[in-house]
C-alpha cells in the first residue's frame, strides 16, 4: 500500500488545481447552480477535450487514459475543493463505471467514447423514492419485448438526469425480489414514455432530478449477466470518488475558517487567539486529515483491487462525510453571524456537505455495511 | 549507506560477538566489555563508549545480537533519556562519570522535573536550588517520576533565579538520590497501580560538579530531556522484551527488566485496546444490537485512519518531503481512539463493565481499559497543550496572550502546597 502521492501525480493535480480554480470561482458557482442544466459547457468541453478528464479512469481501448483510481480521487477532491458545477460526478464517475463494469464489449465500443470526449452526458439511475442506493431497494420493473425490454416505474435523486443524453437504468423482472431479477438497461434521455423532472434540491450546485419510465423501451446493458455485481463496484467506485470529492471541500472550509479567525477583530484580538476558537480549528485539521487518510486509502485500494475494496469504499465514505459535515458546521459557528449570510460563500460547501453526507447513502448505512463486510471476513 | 559498509559492520559485529559471547559471564562484566568495545551503543561516539555508526546502522547489529542470543546494555527506563541528555549537554567529566554504569545497569535514573504547581507549564517550576558556598541547596517538590524509589541518580529541574523570566532562571543538576532530605513517596493512581513517585527535597545537597551546562541554561537541557522522550516513546512497547533462554546472564537480565518494567504493566491498556473490540464484541454477541454495531465501525474506522495517518507522515519522511500536518496530529488522534474505545468497551460488557479484577470481564483487563485510558489526553502534553501546538505551529495562529512575562519571582503561580 502506497501512503503518498508520487511526483508525477502530485504534478497532475497541480494542472487539474489550476484549471478548476480559474473556471470554478464562487462567482461562478453562483451563476450556474441558478441555471437549470447547472454547468458550464464550454468548461466542461475543455475539461474532456483539453484535460481528458471525463475517460481518466476508461480503458484506452476506449478512447480513455487507462489511470488508475488515484488520479480519479486527485481529480475529485480538487473539485470538491472549488465546487465545481459539472457532471463530472455523476456522468464520468457513476454512469461511465457501470458501463466499463457491466456493458459488452460492443456497447462499450459503442458508448464510451462519447462519454469519454464529452460530446454526451450520462446518468445512473438507481435510486427510488425509498432513497437507497442498492440492488435491493429496486422496484422499477424491465419486462423483456421481443428482443429488447419495456421500463416502467420511477427513479429518484438522479444526478443530473434532467439534462443527460443517455440513462443508465437499473430495474428488475416483474415479481422478483431482493437481488434476484435485477438488470441494468440503457435508455435515450429523450426515449418517449420518459418523463424529466429537475427536483428542488438543497444543493444548487449539485443537480438531482425524478424520472418517470412509462412503457419505455430499453436496451439490457449486459456482459456478465451479475448486474448486482456491477452495481455494487460502481457504486463502490462513487463513494470513494465522493469521498476524496468531501475532503477536498473540507479543507477549504478549514482554509477559509483559518484565514478568517486571523482577520477578524473582537475584544482587541483576533478571534484565532483564542482557544475557544483554535482548539476548534486544530480539531477541524485533525478530522480533515483523518478523512483524507480515508478516502486516499480507498482509492489506493481500488486502483490496486485489493478484496476489501467495499468495506474501504465504505470507511471512506462514512468517514469523509461526518467531517465533512462536522467541518462545515463549524466553520459556520465560526464565522459567526456573517456566515448565515447568503452573501458569504460557506454555506455553498455546508449544502455540498449535506448532499454529499446524503447521496449513495448516509454514514449509519456505511457504517452497518462496513461491520457486515467485516463479519463476512471473520 | 553503502551495502558494503553494511556488509562490513555485520561481519564485525558478528566476528566479535561469536569470539566474546559467554551466556555464563556475569550480566555487568558482559557489559563493561560491551561498553569497552563500543557496541553496546554503537550509534554513540568512539570516544564516549560508541562506535560512531549512523542510527541507521544499529539495527543491523540489533539482529546479530538477536541471532546469537547475547544480552545487550541496559536500555530500559529512564536511563537511555539521561544518557542522551549527558551526551548532549554534560561535559566530559560527567560523561566519564556516569555513562558507563548506565549502561552496565549498575545505576538506574529518575526524571525530576514536574510539580504539583508545574504540568503543562513545566517551566514553572518552583523547587529551589539555593547557593551555599560551593554547594547548592535544593528545597521543594516533584511529581509524576517513575523510577524514583529504586534510581540512584535524578536528572533534576530547579529554579536558581527568581529575578530572571521564567524560562531563564532554571538550571539543570544530577542529583545523588541516596541521601538525607530526598524522601520518596508512591503515588497510587485512579487505576490503582502505583507507577509515580512523589519526591520531597528538603535542603539536599548538591556539589557544584553536578551542574548541567550553564547556570539559567536548565529549560534547554531539560527540552533535550523531552525531545529524546518524544522520539523513544514508540520503543516502549518493545522494552518488555526479554530472551526466555536458560542461563545466569539470562535470569539477571530478567530480574532488571522485571523491576524497571513494573511500572508500565498498565501502559497497553491506557491505549483503549482496540484490538479486543472486535474479538469481545463476537465472544458477548453483542454485535446483534445495531447501535452497537454503529458504535463499533466508528471505533474501528477512527482507529484504522489514525493509523494510515501516521504512515502518511512516516512516508513522506522516507520520501525526504516537508512533513504535512499530519505529522503533529498523532498524540491527538490517540486520545480520541482511547476514549472511544473505552465508550465501546463499556457498551459491550454491559453490566459486567461494574466490576474489576477477577470478576471482571477479562480477568479485569477491560476494568483496567476503563480505568486507565483518561491519563492517554494527558501524559506527555494534554489534548489542550497539542492544540495549542497544532493551532499554533501548524495552522499558525495567533498566540494566546501570555500573563508570565518579567521577573519569574511576580508571576502569578499556585500556592506552594506544604507537607
Redesign the interface.
Given at each position: 500500500m502506497?501512503?503518498?502521492f508520487t511526483d508525477e501525480q502530485e504534478q497532475f493535480r497541480a494542472v487539474v488545481q489550476r484549471f478548476v480554480r480559474d473556471k470554478s470561482p464562487t462567482t461562478e458557482v453562483r451563476r450556474l447552480m441558478q441555471t437549470a442544466e447547472g454547468f458550464d459547457r464550454e468548461v466542461w468541453r475543455q475539461l474532456c477535450e483539453d484535460l481528458g478528464l471525463a475517460g481518466l479512469h476508461v480503458p484506452e481501448a476506449y478512447g480513455g487514459a487507462g489511470f488508475g483510481f488515484v488520479e480519479v480521487g486527485i481529480v475529485n477532491e480538487e473539485m470538491g475543493r472549488s465546487l465545481l458545477c459539472s457532471p463530472y460526478f455523476g456522468s464520468s464517475i457513476l454512469a461511465t463505471s457501470a458501463i466499463v463494469h457491466g456493458a459488452s464489449e460492443t456497447q462499450k465500443r459503442d458508448l464510451l467514447p462519447s462519454l469519454v470526449s464529452g460530446k454526451k452526458i450520462a446518468c445512473l439511475a438507481l435510486a427510488e423514492a425509498s432513497g437507497h442506493w442498492n440492488s435491493d431497494s429496486i422496484e422499477l420493473t424491465a419486462a423483456q419485448s421481443g428482443r429488447g425490454f419495456v421500463l416502467n416505474g420511477q427513479k429518484k435523486f438522479v444526478l443530473d438526469g434532467h439534462t443527460a443524453d443517455l440513462v443508465i437504468v437499473a430495474a428488475r423482472q416483474p415479481g422478483t425480489s431482493g437481488a434476484d431479477g435485477i438488470g441494468l438497461f440503457v435508455v435515450e434521455g429523450t426515449a418517449s414514455g420518459l418523463e424529466r423532472r429537475a427536483l428542488d434540491t438543497i444543493d444548487e450546485t449539485r443537480k438531482l432530478a425524478e424520472l418517470s419510465f412509462n412503457e419505455v423501451s430499453a436496451q439490457a446493458l449486459n456482459d456478465s449477466g451479475d448486474a448486482v455485481a456491477v452495481i455494487t463496484r460502481t457504486l463502490d467506485d462513487g463513494a470513494i470518488a465522493l469521498a476524496n470529492e468531501m475532503v477536498g471541500g473540507a479543507q477549504a472550509l478549514l482554509d477559509s475558517v483559518?484565514e478568517y479567525?486571523?482577520l477578524r477583530m473582537q475584544f482587541g484580538?483576533?478571534i484565532?487567539?483564542?482557544?475557544a476558537?483554535?482548539?476548534k480549528?486544530?480539531?477541524i485539521?485533525?478530522d480533515v486529515?483523518?478523512?483524507?487518510?480515508?478516502a486516499?486509502?480507498a482509492a489506493e485500494a481500488r486502483a490496486e483491487n485489493d478484496p476489501d475494496v467495499s468495506a474501504l469504499a465504505s470507511?471512506a465514505k462514512?468517514?469523509t462525510a461526518d467531517a465533512y459535515m462536522r467541518t462545515a458546521i463549524e466553520s459556520i459557528q465560526l464565522h459567526g453571524g456573517i456566515g448565515f449570510t447568503w452573501d458569504h460563500d460557506t454555506h455553498l460547501w455546508y449544502k455540498r456537505a449535506k448532499s454529499s453526507e446524503v447521496l449513495l447513502d448516509d454514514p449509519?448505512y456505511h457504517?452497518?455495511r462496513?461491520?457486515s463486510l467485516?463479519?463476512v471476513l471473520? | 549507506m553503502s551495502s558494503h559498509n553494511e556488509n562490513k559492520i555485520q561481519n564485525d559485529i558478528r566476528t566479535w560477538l561469536e569470539e566474546n559471547w559467554d551466556p555464563d559471564v556475569g550480566l555487568i562484566e558482559w557489559r563493561n566489555k560491551l561498553a569497552d568495545s563500543g557496541w553496546g551503543v554503537p550509534h554513540w561516539p568512539e570516544q564516549w563508549l560508541g562506535r560512531g555508526l549512523p542510527v541507521a546502522m544499529t539495527p543491523v547489529v540489533d539482529a546479530e545480537f538477536e541471532r546469537i542470543g547475547a544480552v545487550g546494555v541496559a536500555k530500559i527506563g529512564i536511563r537511555m533519556l539521561a544518557a542522551a541528555t549527558l551526551l548532549d549537554c554534560a561535559n566530559d567529566e560527567q560523561k566519564s562519570r556516569f555513562l558507563r554504569r548506565m549502561l552496565t545497569g549498575e545505576d538506574t535514573w529518575c526524571q525530576l522535573f514536574s510539580e504539583p504547581g508545574s504540568g503543562s507549564d513545566l517551566a514553572g517550576a518552583t523547587t529551589r536550588a539555593d547557593r551555599d558556598g560551593g554547594n547548592w541547596i535544593i528545597n521543594g517538590q516533584k511529581l509524576w517520576s517513575t523510577s524514583a524509589h529504586h534510581a540512584e541518580w535524578g536528572l533534576l529541574l530547579a529554579r536558581t533565579d527568581w529575578d530572571a523570566p521564567k524560562h531563564q532562571g532554571l538550571s539543570f543538576f544530577i542529583l545523588d538520590m541516596r541521601q538525607d532530605g530526598i524522601e520518596v513517596q508512591p503515588l497510587k493512581q485512579m487505576n490503582g497501580h502505583a507507577s509515580f513517585n512523589q519526591v520531597f527535597f528538603t535542603d539536599v545537597h548538591v556539589p557544584p560538579e553536578n551542574l548541567v551546562s550553564t547556570i539559567g541554561n536548565g529549560w534547554n537541557v531539560a527540552m533535550t530531556t523531552l525531545a529524546h522522550e518524544r522520539r523513544g516513546a514508540d520503543a516502549l512497547r518493545r522494552w518488555g522484551k526479554v530472551s526466555d533462554r536458560s542461563g545466569r546472564i539470562y535470569d539477571e537480565e530478567r530480574a532488571e527488566v522485571a523491576t524497571v518494567m513494573e511500572p508500565y504493566k498498565w501502559y497497553p491498556q491506557r491505549t483503549g485496546r482496540v484490538d479486543l473490540v472486535?474479538p469481545r464484541a463476537?465472544e458477548t454477541d453483542r454485535?446483534s444490537d445495531?447501535a452497537v454495531?454503529?458504535e463499533?465501525?466508528?471505533l474501528?474506522?477512527?482507529s484504522?485512519?489514525?493509523e494510515?495517518?501516521a504512515?502518511?507522515a512516516?512516508?513522506?519522511q522516507a520520501?525526504g518531503?516537508p512533513q504535512?500536518?499530519?505529522g503533529s496530529?498523532g498524540k491527538?488522534?490517540s486520545s480520541?481512539v482511547a476514549r472511544a474505545a473505552a465508550r465501546v468497551h463499556t457498551l459491550i460488557g454491559g453490566a459486567d463493565a461494574l466490576l474489576k479484577g477477577t470478576d471482571g470481564a477479562l480477568n479485569g483487563i477491560i476494568a483496567e481499559i476503563l480505568l486507565s485510558v483518561p491519563a492517554t489526553s494527558i501524559a506527555g502534553g494534554t489534548d489542550?497543550i497539542?492544540?495549542?501546538i497544532?493551532?499554533?505551529r501548524?495552522?499558525?495562529?495567533?498566540?494566546?496572550?501570555r500573563m508570565d512575562g518579567g521577573p519569574f519571582r511576580d508571576v502569578p503561580k499556585n500556592s506552594t502546597r506544604k507537607r
Open positions: 502506497q501512503f503518498n483559518v479567525a486571523q484580538r483576533v484565532g487567539s483564542f482557544q476558537v483554535k482548539h480549528c486544530a480539531e485539521l485533525l486529515e483523518l478523512a483524507k487518510s480515508a486516499y486509502y470507511l462514512a468517514t449509519s457504517r452497518e462496513y461491520v467485516q463479519e471473520a | 472486535w463476537i454485535l445495531p454495531r454503529q463499533v465501525a466508528k474501528l474506522m477512527l484504522r485512519t489514525a494510515w495517518t504512515q502518511r512516516r512516508a513522506a520520501d518531503r504535512g500536518p499530519e496530529l491527538l488522534a480520541h489542550e497539542q492544540r495549542n497544532i493551532s499554533e501548524v495552522l499558525q495562529m495567533a498566540k494566546e496572550p
